[in-house]
């Protein structure tokens, strides 16, 4: 169920909130046991049997969470329940995600071995990364046993975070799961950043798919220099749009609930090196890998072999995360060159400022490329096009068609991908005319625009438009 549908807008979501506040207000067990039945529904309502795998992690980390706890009472070593707890997730994962790769890499050796078909259970790389992160955040000490198993069901189901993020550790939320507050505020907090994410999902990360969609579907022997860049571009914008926009949303209906999850990306866009990116972009995965594999690992306060190794190892990991695809295990090793030229070699540390962020956004977008290809082959191809590599001639007229329907749309992306709106509601709260408070219009002109948001954003909806998730596949 994705949360820009009319089923989850119209029917799902008003149905639990009346649930919760009306049917359950003031008995937080019950509302616990309500939100994780919902959440259960929500997650089974594409495909019901993938449920099953979903209590199936559930019931395997309350039971690796006691299992710690009583080794930490007896005062004995937590490395085989926690070696036992990762093996047993990560074995889980990779069955349902990377048996089929291995198996096909491993054909490549000649060895004809049969390729099982295993379809991917959704968003099973975040449930079993809270999983695993309830695990750890307990021997760590970061967090206490959680001994109600239905309120480590609600953590590792919540629907609004379920299926693409962002990552919550367990530590972040365990007092919530329990002792939350709802306030009007918070829920009117959740409701504007809920419109804010639906407007940047529907309004721009759609429009920009359906480019990007049609440039990555042609040959890319074929392809004109404008149209390769157009095509790039419109990607680097849908999956930053897409993807925060499911994030905005998923905080703002967290909110709605009680409950505060971090924020996953502050302006990505707008980083003028490859590791302020990583700071503001997927902030939950990045902090995730830095809590549980980095900084166990020695992090940065290691020689400096080691701090190289442990950067590898990371990005290594993060690449393998995102897809069982060796274009994404190259995207994940470029991005630890990027990052090993910049602590080691200082690369563009002493460029101008918008050489730096130019230079940091090129990067990035031509990584994007490479993490939206299906295929190394087509991505070199692609990258050739980009280069103007390929011989290919003029496009027709096509990138230019392509460009005055969805100039207003590319307009949009380039200007919200920095804080500017933020900075002028600012500004604009300063001014003083006459001696006259601006900030009464300034909040009226933000209501009017929000509203403005969620009916166009409905109006699409209704449209039945192009509406995928990107992150749906990880």
Same mark, same amino acid.
């Given at each position: ?5 009319s ?26 046991l ?13 495909? %019901?049997r993938?449920?099953?795998?979903m ?7 309350y ?5 710690v ?30 048996l ?5 890499s491993?054909?490549t ?5 049969q390729v099982?078909?295993?379809?991917l ?17 307990v ?9 109600s ?8 189901s ?21 002792h ?5 505020a918070?829920?009117?907090e ?27 579907a042609m040959?890319?022997a074929?392809?004109?220099? %404008? ?14 749009y ?10 703002g ?5 009680g ?8 302006? %990505?866009?707008?980083a003028?090196?490859i590791?302020e ?29 080691k ?7 990371v ?5 393998i ?7 994404f ?10 990052l090993y ?10 460029? %101008? ?20 290809a ?13 280069? @103007? ?10 990138? @230019? ?31 003083r ?22 009916v ?19």
């Open positions: 169920m994705l949360f820009s549908s089923v989850f807008l119209f029917a799902f979501l008003p149905v639990v909130l009346l649930g919760y506040y009306v049917v359950m207000r003031g008995m937080r067990r019950r509302q616990n309500f939100l994780l039945i919902s959440s259960l529904f929500f997650y089974a309502w594409g495909e %019901p993938f449920v099953l795998v209590l199936l992690s559930i019931w395997m980390n039971g690796f969470g006691r299992w706890h009583r080794r930490k009472r007896q005062c004995r070593y937590l490395t085989l329940p926690i070696a036992v707890s990762a093996g047993c997730n990560l074995g889980l994962l990779f069955v349902f995600k990377y089929a790769f291995t198996v096909e491993l054909n050796l000649g060895l004809g071995l099982p078909v295993i379809e259970p959704i968003g099973i790389s975040f449930f079993t990364f809270q999983a695993l992160s309830y695990v750890l955040d021997a760590m000490d970061r967090a206490e046993v959680q001994r198993p239905l309120d480590l069901g609600l953590y590792i919540f629907f609004p975070q379920l299926i693409a993020g962002p990552i919550v550790k367990y530590a972040d939320v365990a007092g919530q799961i329990a939350r507050q709802e306030t009007w918070d829920f009117s959740g409701c504007v950043r809920f419109l804010t994410g639906l407007g940047k999902k529907v309004l721009i990360a759609n429009q920009a798919a359906v480019v990007a969609d049609r440039v990555f040959d890319p074929g392809l004109s220099v %404008p149209l390769a860049w157009l095509g790039s571009l419109c990607y680097t914008f849908q999956i930053y897409d993807f925060s926009g499911y994030s905005d949303m998923a905080i209906l967290g909110l709605m609930f409950f505060r999850f971090r924020e996953n990306f502050e302006h %990505p866009y707008a003028r090196s590791s990116f990583w700071r503001r972009w997927h902030i939950s995965l990045s902090t995730w890998f830095r809590d549980y594999v980095y900084i166990p690992l020695g992090g940065n306060r290691v020689e400096r072999g701090h190289i190794r442990n950067l590898f190892l990005w290594l990991l993060t690449g995360w995102h897809g069982a695809n060796w274009t295990v190259l995207w994940g090793l470029l991005y630890f060159c990027l030229l910049e602590k080691f070699r200082r690369l563009g540390k002493n460029w %101008p400022a918008p050489f730096q962020w130019a230079g940091t956004f090129l990067a990035v977008n031509f990584l994007w490329m490479l993490f939206r299906d295929t190394l082959s087509y991505a070199g191809q692609f990258f050739l096009a980009m280069m @103007g590599l390929n011989g290919s001639g003029g496009d027709g007229g096509l990138s @230019g068609l392509y460009l005055r329907e969805n100039a207003v749309i590319l307009a949009l992306a380039v200007f919200f991908s920095f804080p500017t709106a933020q900075a002028l509601g600012k500004a604009f709260r300063r001014l005319p006459f001696g006259l408070d601006l900030s009464p219009l300034w909040d009226l002109l933000y209501a009017l625009g929000l509203t403005a948001v969620g166009l954003s409905v109006c699409w909806l209704v449209k039945g438009t192009y509406n995928p998730f990107i992150y749906f596949h990880f």
